[in-house]
């Protein structure tokens, strides 16, 4: 007799409560909802919060007509059922004025993760994110892997996962393609890994 499994199952909207009071209860506190599965999102260090910087500084400077939006929380997968907090979102400055917590993901043209030291990095940010922001459309996703020293830039969704990954590691350049149309000089990247 062959054993079946299954996940528990929890809704979005019972999800969305239980992360509102942690994130009022503990500082800090930042969840994710992908796959079914609650994930705690790690704290950024200094120097991913400074790799965030240096991103928005040359979103700003490129493309003066859109705006990074850091740590915004969108609705993520193919029914917008899981709930996914990408460390920044390209998208117009008035993109989620009006919305919540969890915004639609349709105005974003780039979704983008820089990896953390927690166990859960290479699970959390190299499969189920870019399944989930494919699978929501996003344009572009740009990963930047400290402990690998490399930096992919995922297109051409397909409603399930992206179709293209470019690999580059950190000194080289890389074209982020339109809809974005900024090309990042990562030599500086090398000054912010262990």
Request: glycine share 6%.
């Amino acid at each position: 007799m062959p054993v079946m499994t299954h996940r528990p199952h929890m809704l979005t909207e019972d999800f969305e409560a239980v992360a509102r009071i942690a994130t009022r209860e503990r500082e800090g506190a930042r969840l994710e909802f992908i796959d079914g599965v609650i994930r705690s999102k790690a704290m950024p260090d200094g120097d991913h919060g400074r790799i965030i910087q240096w991103l928005l500084r040359i979103c700003m400077q490129s493309r003066p007509d859109l705006f990074l939006h850091p740590g915004q929380g969108i609705k993520a997968e193919a029914y917008r059922t899981g709930r996914a907090i990408p460390d920044a979102v390209l998208a117009h400055s008035d993109a989620f004025v009006g919305q919540g917590d969890w915004v639609d993901p349709d105005p974003i043209l780039m979704a983008v993760e820089v990896t953390s030291w927690d166990s859960d990095t290479h699970r959390r940010d190299h499969v189920e994110k870019p399944r989930a922001y494919a699978e929501t459309g996003i344009p572009v996703y740009l990963l930047i892997d400290r402990a690998k020293c490399e930096v992919s830039v995922y297109t051409q969704p397909n409603g399930q996962r992206y179709e293209s990954v470019h690999v580059v590691a950190y000194g080289k350049e890389v074209e982020l393609p339109d809809p974005v149309g900024i090309t990042l000089q990562t030599e500086i990247l090398k000054d912010w890994v262990r």
